[in-house]
């Protein structure tokens, strides 16, 4: 398939003009429809497109934030992706948002994935995601080959289940709650995402289960 490619000259241009382009793709939303939701995902690379966002003028208490996917640790834990968000969107006007957190506190993510779709659901269709990339061309916690990709790629999948092939119990959104976005971003930083994202383009999803989303994204890419 042929990708929707931006590329930017650095690192923080990509951010800034990122957080211009979701901010003004929510307020659209907010001033035509009304609530608008927002998925995002963890890692290093959206840090600073998030401190730009979280500054924007936007009506943020009709804005849903939430994960695309969560590692199954408290929110304290240094390997929390709502920990990272705390710090980088959901302060200053961001504050404002409504934050669905994936971690429950439940004993496991199986137990807290139908509760966790039941408040997923009303936020569909999505109105931005952004989703990151790994080397392994593996998104939110969808990874290749794992055991249960083919369920959590099935159209019929619930907006939010379990997910093994990570390093850690984890939760996810599903690719339907995924794609049902109306405006999906994928950013990547790099050489080597670049080679893979393009390698991705002309494999499976089962595996580069980033490719379940490219025909409608819009990439964003730096060196």
Known sequence: MTLDVITYPDAEMMALSLADRIAGELRQQLDAVGPASLCVPGGSTP????????????????????????????????RSNSAMLRKTLLTGPAAAADYIDLYTGDPTPEGAAPGLSQRVAPHLPLTVLVLGMGDDMHTASLFPRAPGLDELLSPDAPPVMAAKGGD????????????????????IAGEKKRAALDAASKADPMQAPIAAFLRDAVIHYAD
């Open 47 to 78: 840090g600073p497109m998030f401190r730009a966002l979280s500054g924007l003028a936007l009506d943020w208490g009709r804005v849903t934030v939430l994960l695309n996917d969560e590692r199954w640790v408290p929110g304290d834990h240094p």
């Open 168 to 187: 850690e119990p984890r939760i996810t959104l599903t690719a339907p709650a995924l794609q049902s976005a109306l405006h999906i971003h994928v950013m």
